[in-house]
Each structure stands twice: as C-alpha cells, then as structure tokens.
C-alpha cells in the first residue's frame, strides 16, 4: 500500500473499541492477585512486556467463493459465501469468523443448517461433528453485508475501515462517476464476506458479481465467465487458483475505459475513467518492463494470472497491492500533459514489487509489515536505478530518509520489527515504509549486488506462499552469503533509531597522514548507543580521482587513519551516501567546490552546490553545472545566472527554455527570463499557453501576466479552467478570485468538492474573496453549498473548511441592521453543528 500525506497534517488515529473475547475455560480459572504497591515499585518487572503475536489458526482456509450482488440504493452487498477449510491441527467443533456488520440469512453445511451465535463483529458457526485434520469443512453462508453502515473508523494512512465503499450510488453528482470498489489491508474485508481476516491465513478465491450491463468489473485472478442474463445484468466470474491472504481480496464495478495490452504472455488491464483513455498507459508506464526488470532481478517470474491497474475515486489511502488488481487513487490519473511534470514511476513500481513481497510472501502479524513496505519502497529506487540512474535514485532516496528523520524527530523512534505497537494501523508509517528501505539499501552494500539478489530469491523460493517473519529473511542471507547477519538484524531490524554522527577531517602534513574522526553522538534513549558501521571513505586527490577505504567502526568514536599520502582535496566520511546516519561534518568553500567538480554522487552534489549556490565562486562551476545530466543542477545553475547583471547570457537562458528535456529547467529558464524586460518575454508566455508545454511552465506563465496587469490575461485563463493541475487550479482561482466577478463563482464550486486536499485550503480562501463580494442572496445559496460538503461523507479536512468558510462569512455580519443576515447564516452552521458525530470536528465546530 502506498500512502498519501496530505497538508492537514497527520490526523489522530480514531479507533473503533476492539470486541470483548470470552474464552471460556472449562476447568480452570486463572486470576491473578493485584499487583501491589511495592511490586509496582520493584525494578523487576511484574508482568510480561505488551506483545502483539500472529493470530493463532485453528482452521486453515482453502478457498473461498463469492457471489455478490450489490444494492446501490442501500449501500448493501447480498452475498452468497462458499468457504472451504480444515483443522490446522487440533480437532475443531466449531469455527470463528471475521464478519463486521451483517444481517445473517442462513449458515449451512451440505443441506444441513447450523447453528451460530454473531455479536456484529465475530461469528461462531458450531459445527455438525468434531473435525480432525485431513478433513474438508465446506461452509455456505448467505448475508447481506452493510459496511456503510455501523462504526466507521480508520487512521492517518488508510482514512477509512469500511472495506467497501459505494461512489456517487445514487448517480446524484454529476462529476463524479458511480462506482464501487474495496480497501482491505489491514483486516477491512471481513466487513463485505466472511473470512479470517489475518495476514497469515491464505487461500483460492472465486469471485462472482451479478451488476448492471453497463459496468465493467474486476477482481483478483482470471475473468473466466462473462454471461448477460435476461435481467439486462451481466455476471462476471473472476478465478484466482493460487491461494493469497483475505486483505489482498479486491471488487471494483464502475463505468471505466479498460485497456488490455498482452506482452510476452501475460494481460494488462488499465481501467480509467474515459476520458482519460488515451493517456491509460502513459498513467501506468513502464509496467510491462518493470516486470521483466524485477521478475529477472529476482529470478523468480512475476507469479500471478494477470495485471489490472485501476482508478479508484474518493480512494482511502494513496494506491493498494490487490493481488493482480491494484487500486490506485484519482491523483494518479493525469493527461499526457500534466504527465511532463511528474511521471507515476514510484508507485507503479511499488505496488507491483508487492506482488513478490506482500502477496506471495505475507508479513506473519502487521509488527513484520516492513517486509513488505520496506521492500516496495525500495523496489522505487531499484527502479529508478536501473532505468535512469543512481542521480534520480539517490535523489529519491534522500527524500526517504529526510521522510524518515522528521518523522523520528517528531513522533520518536521504535524498532523497525515493532511487536509492541499500541494499534496495528500505526505500523504504516515512515520506519516500515522508508525506514525499511533505506535498512535494504545497507544490507545491500554490506552483501554486495550479487548476494542480495540470490538472497532474495531464495527468500522468495523458500517462503513463496506463506507467511513470514523478519527471522526468515535474515536467515535466507545467511545461507547464501555464509556470513552471519544477526548484528546486522539486530542492530537495524529489532532495535530503534539510527547513529548520529559527528565528523571532523585532520590532515598532518609532517606524517603526510589524514585522519577522519566519527563520533556516535546520538543518545542511548531514542537510538543504540554503539552503532556498528561498515562503509567506505572517499579521498579526492588534487585532480579530483577518487580512492574509496573500507571503514568499519563499532565503537562509540573512532578515529580512521590513512597513511602515505598527499593532501586530499576533499575527504569523505561515507563516499557513497549509503549509511542510514545523521552526517555532521563542516566543509570549506574549497572542500565544496572540490566535491562539486570530482564527485559522481548526486547526494554529495547537490550539498556542496548548495552550499555554494550564493558565493562568486560558483561562477567557476557553472558551466560544469549547466552540462550536468542531473536536471536539478542544471537547474541551480539557470537559477544562478542574473540576467539583470549578465544580460548577454539572455540569448542562452532562452535556449535552454525551448530545449532543455527537463521542465523544471525550462521553468527555471522562463522564471529567470521574467526577471528582465517583461515585454520580450510576453511572445514566450503566449507560446506557452498556446502550446503543449509542461503545466509548470503554463502556471509560471499564467502568474506572470496576472503580476505585470497584462490586459490579455483573460484571453488565455479559460483554457486552463478545466485542468486539475493543482499549480494550475490554484493561479486560475486565485485570477478569477482578484476578478472581484460572480460569474466566476460556479469555477469554484465545480470544484470544492474535488480540489486536492493539498490546493484546498488556498482554493477555499480564495471562493471566500470572491463570494464576499457578492450578493446577500448569492452568499445564502453558497453556504447551502458548503453545507451538503460539511455533511457529506467525505473527508475530513474538506467538511471543516467547508464549515469554516460558512462561519468567515458569518462573522463578516456583525454590524447593527445586519442581523438578519446573520440569523440565516448561524442557522446553517448550527444545523451542520448539530448533525456532526465525528467528535474531532465536533470540538473543531466548538470555537464557531
Ligand atoms: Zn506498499
């Protein structure tokens, strides 16, 4: 799964109260005395540290059928559920499953009807006779499942645990499409068919669903029937004969363009929306190759029937590894235009990656999640790696880690392995996620290429359909490298934080001798006090050749000496940037201008020239920089350059505008352009939002006019009313916003229930300047706008701006004679008030 974070923040975490179990023991019970006031004072501990094992199995599921129907009207599923099962070991009489929110029809075995007892949550089905292992159990269950209804809850990650979700039933919203389509990680899809929802269950699926003819549909497996009935409905037969866990389970139904491209005997499926048809394999590029490129990274071929890519709209979370049907949310469906700016390489490649590490091999318990998390963020470097090179992967990678950092500066550090989490959902966060891939990057380095991709292999060959934990991994590296990893385990794996390093560089000219000393600084109470470190040290020479040292250190300080030689014109702790570690070290302007010269290492780089981007010295490299593969020192270097000061580089910034490959570049050209005469830019604008250029470089455009007053402006906005780029969203609003003009109104609230949470505050700021202006009758009928979005369904962050909108215009009614005005609007906000069950906007609402 891959998450999106969104501007708001990280929301808490609204937990649904966990069911009471009653275990009921025949002949014992156990009660503990209380622990007493000295006992709690006692340095030994009382009581075994929190601990959250896989679930325990008593029946092994083997296959599950499903045949659904859905009533778009009720949000309900009507189900059929055939599930086949036998005793793990121990015999059973009797079986608990996972069914969140069902009206129970009839539960049967063969003919035979039988007895269950449901609280809403768990169902416990008793069984006809005792069965043993070897014996086959084949259950029928007839439900009707109502995930809309019920407790909703869900967490920062994964916003909400309703499992299935209906969009637009009703065909009320026009911009919107009605679909239904399903979330299952973490164990959400026992609230649409009965199953044991836990990672380490596993089984064959067939999925049948009866819909109208109109909709396509898609779930895991191979679609192996497709009969119209006399109804006008269709059913569609999905098959899926290699077993994967519950939580991997997808539906979608909805009015898509699917798109099929058969390569080297396997299907893709791209289902978007239709307007977005000509772009379906642009959105998903690369996917074909990215599987030749893992399948034979990891000699192990891509192990499912088919890959189905889709658009999910209102999507919970950023994008899902359904087995073979990965769901993905809208902000991944782009025209080929708004694709120059920012490609979909990362989450293609990491969702895909799941589909060796998380569906043929499944973390045991939600505390091993990083063996899946860890591995599909790494598989985007390896991506990027392999099909651009290390710059871009390397780039990605510090993002990582500053993703990291932050998050264990802000919300602490715990063991990448962590069964002690407080609540399964929080696993999905930076140390499963990045954590886990930088952790991957090390053991790489440490094991060489090679041994990382035949350990892997094993990993999978060894482990391919079953469960696993993080020991399983490490002993598969241990077998193919002969080397013993425990420490490396240990250290990264099932211990929190990270070193924090202090470096200083000493070179002593009478022993012709450089010494680097490191200091762990970090503290003993967020990190391991000693960090054992095993990485290179690179000295560049006075013509800039590099010679790399094997450093390793495992005490706390250490001083490294290198004998025998001249003075190094830079010297770097790390040479490579492979170490997950805090690097504290100062470096000359020289040292700096050195690296940017000699390095090849996009991290080193991109420090020094930063460092450097304000000095006069800079000039020396400029040209290097503007040369350099890596666009974002082309980029610096377009940057650098002051056509005010140096107008006869003018001719030159235009060029690199109208050739550069990378717009970022070209924006930065055009940006550096507007800085001189605004006159002999202005054919450049128009050009730019005549033509097909990236949305970047049409917003730089659009902002320009709108800066220097230009009275053209209005001829080209409307253009680019319709675009969703959300640079472009937001100069179209703020223009129409300055407008002061009603009729603008409408561009707004098309699209205040669908503007990125990432543009929506602004954009909501900007509907408020121009709504204020308007009628006292228009304001009414745009708060009763607000309202419907304050009591939607939706997301969270958009029902408070709504509110909050409502309340500014409010309290714009303060004066004696406007009371009127006032009443209507607090009537409004107190309905919305009034009706709010979510207790965070409740509190929010308070203030109002
Ligand atoms: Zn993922």
Redo the contacts with the bound molecule.
Sequence with gaps: ??LMTSCGGTKEVVMVAPPIEEEMLDTLVVTAPPITKEEQEDPIAQVLPPYNPSATRYMDLLHTTLDLRFDWNNQWVIGTANIEMTPVFYPQSSVELDAKGFDINRISKGAKELKYAYDGIKLMIFLDRTYTRGEKVNLIIDYIAKPNEGPEGGSAAITSDKGLFFINPLGEDPNKPMQIWTQGETENNSRWYPTFDKPNERMSQQISMTVDDKYSTLSNGELISSIRNADGTRTDTWKQDKPHAPYLTMVAVGEYAVVKEEVEGLEYLYYVEEPYRPYAKTIFNHTPEMIDFFSKKLAYEYPWDKYAQVIARDYVSG?M?NTGAVVFGEFVQKTGRELIDNDNDYIVA??LF?HWF?DLVTCESWANLTL??GF??YSEYLWFEYKYGRDRADKHRMSEMQGYLMSAQNQGTHPLIWYDHPNKELMFDAHS?NKGGLVLHMLRNLVGDDAFWASLNKYLRDNEFTAVEVDELRMAFEDVTGMDLQWFFDQWYLSAGHPILEIKYEYIAEERKQLIHVDQVQNDEDHLPVYRLETEIALYDKKGNATFYPATMDTRNTTFEIENIDQPSVVVYDGHNDLLAVVNQARSTEENLALLKYSDNYIDKLKAANALKRSPLFETVLENMLNEPHEDFRELAVEYINLRKQPDQKERVESILDSDPHSSVRNAALNSLLKTDYASVKPKLVNILTGNDAYSLAATALKAMKRNNDPDLMNYVGDYEKVNYPAIVSIVADIYSSSGNGKYLGFFEDRLESVSLFAMFNFYNKYFDLLKLQSEERQIEAAMKLKEIALSGGNMFRKFVATSTINKLEDRYSSPGQEVMKIKLRKILDEIINQETDEQLQSRYRSF
């Design positions: 799964m891959l994008a590894e990491h969702e799941h998380g899946q998390e599909a963020n996620y």
